[in-house]
């Protein structure tokens, strides 16, 4: 239940964070990508009361970046943590450079504590993080580089994946696809064919009205990119329950053309 609340919680702040001069199916700016953002926090605690971790992040508006490590594993390597941050909460997810998401966090935050719930798969745990001070000999940027190529997200088992693919045109226009599919048992499909979208300072927007009123955001930062469904414009056709929404992290600099015969 705690995670269907924050859901819905983060789903409402991303459709509600606009300023009342925009109109109101625009969707809203996730982050500026013009600089990067100082902003750096480290956290340490545990899951489940006996799983020690040691976290860091930097955030940039409602866009965070950042390493994991659990401190009772052999080699301690860190993980790389992508998330979106809604006021007072949260949702961070653990992954791999193939896209593997291995574990998720949501709950509330605050600048003295991260509390909620980690979970992957069927298992599901308690965490409370306080606050630590240390610092971190590294900088977390947030620009991108060369945003061509392949993104995907992926949940372990049965769980849903997407992908997407990019090809910058020119500085003002990008080549881009879609697919995503849900998890077991319904496996719906989200799909979006090559198309020419503009492209302005690392922000993308898809429109199309085949269905309804269809748009979303593509917001590209360094090795990732968010993608955001516009307030009220969901008509996208997609199966039931499938979108493009999400996080996705660079897997590969090569650009997969789609085409649905």
Not at 230 to 243: L, Q, S, V
Request: hydrophobic content about 40%; charged content about 20%.
């Amino acid at each position: 239940m705690n995670r269907i609340v924050f859901i819905v919680a983060l789903i409402l702040f991303a459709a509600c964070n606009g300023t009342a001069d925009k109109p109101a199916d625009r969707t809203p700016a996730i982050a500026s990508t013009a600089k990067d953002n100082s902003d750096t926090r480290s956290w340490t605690g545990t899951i489940r009361g006996n799983i020690p971790v040691f976290m860091h992040f930097a955030l940039k508006d409602s866009v965070l970046a950042g390493e994991l490590v659990y401190l009772n594993s052999s080699n301690k390597k860190p993980i790389r943590i992508l998330g979106q941050l809604a006021p007072s909460m949260y949702m961070i997810k653990e992954f791999s450079d193939s896209g593997l998401i291995s574990g998720t966090w949501s709950g509330t935050y605050s600048n003295d504590s991260l509390t909620g719930q980690w979970y992957s798969g069927n298992k599901e745990f308690s965490f409370s993080l306080l606050p630590k001070d240390t610092s971190i000999d590294k900088t977390i940027s947030f620009t991108p580089g060369k945003i061509d190529g392949t993104y995907r997200y992926q949940y372990p088992k049965e769980g849903g994946m997407g992908e997407v693919s990019i090809k910058q045109l020119d500085a003002a226009h990008i080549i881009f696809n879609a697919s995503c599919v849900t998890g077991t048992p319904a496996y719906h499909m989200a799909t979006v064919e090559d198309d020419t979208i503009a492209i302005n300072n690392y922000v993308a927007l898809y429109e199309n009205s085949e269905f309804g009123n269809c748009k979303f955001s593509l917001h590209f930062f360094n090795g990732f990119l968010v993608i955001q469904t516009a307030e009220n414009a969901a008509d996208c056709g997609f199966g039931m329950g499938a979108g493009v929404d999400g996080i996705y992290i660079k897997t590969s600099p090569t650009f997969n053309p789609l085409k649905i015969e």
